[in-house]
């Protein structure tokens, strides 16, 4: 019969084994992936440093053309230089981001039915007043 693993010298060569023959092997591998993580961050943050310190120029170049303002020019505005328009939805959730469009679409239809009601009533008013 084999001895179960209640017995106390299989728990004892099941300790030895683990700490002697396969921890050296984990601990080695813990240490090339931790190596790699670091090189692969390294370059992650040096890229966005490059690309942190491109934006800054680029933002202190519309700083400085905004600020040569000629006589009676109105300054640059972002949009003239064709970038896109943020999207205000874009950090919301799914749901969150449906429900806002939902709301302002509602707001939109809203006010149009306002003014098309305004106008209604005028146009009743004029129809009064020429009869």
């Known amino acids: 019969m ?5 017995s106390k010298t299989k ?3 099941r300790t030895i084994r ?3 023959i ?7 591998k813990l240490e090339e992936i931790t190596k790699k993580m670091h090189e692969v961050t390294k370059q992650r943050l040096e890229e966005r440093e490059k690309e942190l310190e491109k934006e800054k120029e680029i933002a202190q170049e ?4 905004v600020m040569q303002v000629d006589d009676g020019a109105k300054p640059e505005t972002e949009n003239s230089e064709g970038e896109t328009k943020v999207n205000k939805y874009m ?3 799914r749901r969150k981001a449906r429900a806002a469009r939902i ?8 006010h149009k039915n306002l003014q098309k009601k305004r106008l209604r009533i ?3 008013k004029m129809a009064k007043m020429q009869s």
């Open 18 to 20: 683990r700490n002697e």
């Open 122 to 124: 005028k146009e009743a």
């Open 11 to 13: 728990r004892r060569f």
């Open 2 to 6: 084999a001895k179960s693993l209640r």
């Open 91 to 93: 950090f919301l959730s």
């Open 22 to 28: 396969y921890a050296p092997i984990e601990n080695k």
């Open 103 to 110: 709301k302002a679409k509602k707001k939109a239809d809203k």
């Open 62 to 65: 519309k700083v400085e053309s």
